[in-house]
């Protein structure tokens, strides 16, 4: 089990988005923002393998993520650990659940204009077959 | 100059924080969130010596950093870039700069309990003597 810091726990469980950081194969920083699932354990994110990103976690699985309480920017959690496995996710299922999960938290705003570096957090381009669709959990937390 | 992505701008311009990345001695990711004053050219950020993400880009100027847009979570911006300088700040002004920027940026809200993983972003943990307190100045941004 991971030790979350007494108090934090709710950065977690709060439908708040990371800011996941990432190293490039160049050995340069990342780092951009994702919708995560945290299941007291494991964080979960949804990859597609066409992105840099998860290429980066390819090569090199420690990554981190800085999450900051949006009624409080001087309260934040930051989480560091390796990615512990990468599952295929072939019929989608996982990336159905965070993109539900994404619905569920976002509030009707003003819709994406889909260009540029504005991108879905955590569902990044997520266009390509369902096969292409990966998680990334990330376990073995740097305490 | 920097090139900003067309339309982008206000997230460097708006009272925002960003997540910045660095790549810790061991070749690890940390990421957390800190206040910045953007010039149009230049990010700078108030340091201490005595954070280990000072000790980081010490070793290793390449950082990156995201901001999202609180009214739309589905924008953001990256800047990735390699520290350009590093500037003592003996007299504490960038520092009072900061800070000021901070307070005028900042509703009033419950205050930071100051423990654990909860500090001032930009400003974590500045204690310490004055010439403590440096700028890290991010050019050469990585288009």
């Known amino acids: 089990m991971v030790a979350v810091p007494a108090g934090y726990a709710d950065l977690l469980e709060r439908p708040l988005y990371g800011h996941l950081a990432t190293t490039r194969p160049d050995g340069s920083v990342q780092v951009s923002p994702m919708w995560f699932d945290w299941d007291g354990e494991l964080l979960r994110f949804a990859h597609t393998t066409k992105r840099q990103k998860?290429?980066?976690?390819?090569?090199?699985?420690?990554?981190?993520?800085?999450?900051?309480?949006?009624?409080?920017?001087?309260?934040?959690?930051?989480?560091?650990g390796d990615v512990e496995r990468i599952e295929p996710d072939p019929a989608?299922?996982?990336f159905r659940r965070i993109a539900k999960l994404q619905r569920r938290r976002t509030s009707p705003r003003r819709p994406a204009a889909g260009r540029g570096s504005l991108r879905r957090p955590g569902l990044g381009g997520h266009r390509g077959a369902p096969d292409r669709v990966q998680q990334a959990l990330i376990h073995r937390a740097h305490q």
Chains 1, 2 share one sequence.
Not at 61 to 67: C, E, G, K, L
């Open 54 to 80: 998860y290429r980066n976690v390819q090569r090199n699985p420690r990554v981190a993520m800085s999450i900051s309480d949006p009624d409080n920017p001087y309260r934040y959690l930051e989480v560091r």
């Open 92 to 94: 989608a299922s996982f």
